[in-house]
């Protein structure tokens, strides 16, 4: 257990939907991390948030978008969904610049 | 740019074999991280190790061992005595220290299937 909690675990939505998906980073990790990973394109960067502001971003498709609260948990807003966006979500959180922690993940199936 | 190329797609091997994970990563910077993961059949991702450049010693964790050879630019990693609950997907990644952000790009990932 990496200490990184997501949910849901699963969620199946149709297309065109919006889903909010949910990550609690370890005790005392001030940065988040999202990925996606799906078959044909490995695993990729999303965006990263470190102490409630975003410090980097990747891959990250304008109708996706994210934030970090307060408490440090952190929100992935995925909008307009297309069957293409069907994928694993992982979340990941590390102690500044360090080996990142990933979170058991949410598969995301778009019908 | 980062880059790190996982020339083995998948290696299936048999309970009690050695076997080898090949990471040949590509930077410019001086200062970076390397890493392993594994993930499971279950889909979790696993850290396993972080090296950094300056680092270039060799590390066993018992049957896993990773051998850093900065001169050919591989991280390459040994499982000795394979188990069956080794089979998994291994991933090596990279990050730089230019940007502050050290965000890691990862391979594209090693299927390994330990046959009983």
């Known amino acids: 257990d990496s200490g990184v909690t997501q949910t849901p675990k699963h969620l199946i939505t149709a297309t065109g939907q919006r889903v909010t998906l949910r990550c609690s980073p370890r005790?005392?990790?001030?940065?988040v991390y999202w990925y996606q990973q799906s078959l044909d394109q490995g695993l990729q960067f999303l965006i990263q948030?470190?102490?409630?502001?975003?410090?980097a971003k990747g891959n990250i498709l304008e109708r996706f978008s994210a934030q970090q609260f307060p408490d440090l948990h952190s929100e992935l807003n995925l909008s307009s969904l297309e069957l293409g966006d069907s994928a694993l979500y992982f979340c990941?959180?590390?102690?500044?610049?360090?080996?990142?922690?990933f979170g058991p993940g949410t598969r995301l199936t778009v019908l | 740019a980062q880059k790190v190329t996982q020339a083995q797609t998948e290696i299936s091997v048999v309970e009690k074999e050695d076997v080898t994970l090949d990471c040949v990563y590509e930077?410019?910077?001086?200062?970076?991280?390397l890493f392993w993961y594994k993930q499971p059949p279950s889909g979790e991702l696993v850290f396993l190790i972080r090296?950094?450049?300056?680092?270039?010693q060799n590390e066993i964790s018992g049957r896993y061992s990773w051998n850093f050879q900065k001169s050919t630019s591989s991280f390459n990693f040994t499982i000795t005595a394979s188990q069956v609950v080794d089979s998994a997907v291994y991933f090596c990644?990279?990050?730089?220290?230019?940007?502050?952000?050290?965000?890691?790009?990862f391979g594209r990932g090693t299927s390994l299937i330990v046959h009983p």
């Open positions: 990941a959180s590390s102690p500044q610049r360090n080996e990142q922690f």
């Open positions: 005790s005392g990790d001030l940065s």
């Open positions: 948030y470190y102490n409630g502001e975003e410090r």
């Open positions: 930077t410019r910077d001086t200062t970076y991280y």
């Open positions: 090296r950094n450049s300056f680092d270039e």
């Open positions: 990644a990279l990050s730089e220290a230019s940007g502050g952000s050290y965000i890691p790009t």
